[in-house]
């Protein structure tokens, strides 16, 4: 089976889950973005972002540098504010600082530079946040970030300091510490563009794995090959909007819109 059917089989069974669980937001999008405005002075980044990212959906951003694609996505965990319109995640609204925080410790968020923390060891960098900011033990603590360096795939590596990893194994790190807090959504700003070719499939690989168990993603990303393999949606912006969204067949295949035809002849010519 491929990586994308069993990423559909396992969606619609999360979704039957929900459904028989009763869950209150069952079917309703995870993620909602309406007329999302934001301004940096006169200028404006985002200019009227409508977005609905169901459960389990992966969407990847696609779009030329400084078309907003990261103030997108930093805007939907509140690392920075927006201007106008509305964002809510599973129902809270981002606005008030006291809902920041509750949005933060379901978004998880990994960056082009992974982040770590370099005085901690790799098994210290993913336990920290559930000690601190979810109250768990740190024998709970410790047991969940083994759990999760092993599912990434760099157990062995638990008791080193982050510059003794390749880039790959710390974006692999900064993953399992984003999971550690159990985030219902993943964002992802361009993960693997600071890896050297050799290391970026392992990261993709991951991430992949991730999808198929049904995590729901907003991926920026410039590889088109997972875009392809995994997005349930690609979403293309330009100028600080969304200029075209569908599926991956029909990005790539058959873009409606002359900048988006203009954008993939460019990236897709390498
Ligand atoms: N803190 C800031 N202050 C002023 N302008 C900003 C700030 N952050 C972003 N911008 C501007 O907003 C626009 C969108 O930036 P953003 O970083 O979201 O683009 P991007 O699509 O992620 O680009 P890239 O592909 O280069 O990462 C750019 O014109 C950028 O210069
Ligand atoms: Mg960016």
Known sequence: MSAQNRAAQNRAAQNRAAENAGAENAGAALIALEGVEKHFGSFKALRGVDLDVARGEVVVVIGPSGSGKSTLIRCINGLEAHDAGTITVDGIRIKDTRDLAEVRREVGMVFQQFNLFPEMTVLRNVTLAPMRVRGASRKMAIDIARRLLDRVGILEQAHKYPEELSGGQQQRVAIARALAMEPKVMLFDEPTSALDPEMINEVLDVMKDLAAQGMTMIVVTH????????????????????????????????????????????????
């Open 223 to 270: 590889e088109m090959g997972f875009a392809r393999e995994v997005a349930d949606r690609v979403l293309f912006m330009d100028g600080g909007r969304v200029v075209e969204t569908g599926t991956p067949e029909h990005f790539f295949q058959n873009p409606t819109e002359d900048r988006t035809k203009l954008f993939l002849s460019k990236i897709l010519r390498h």
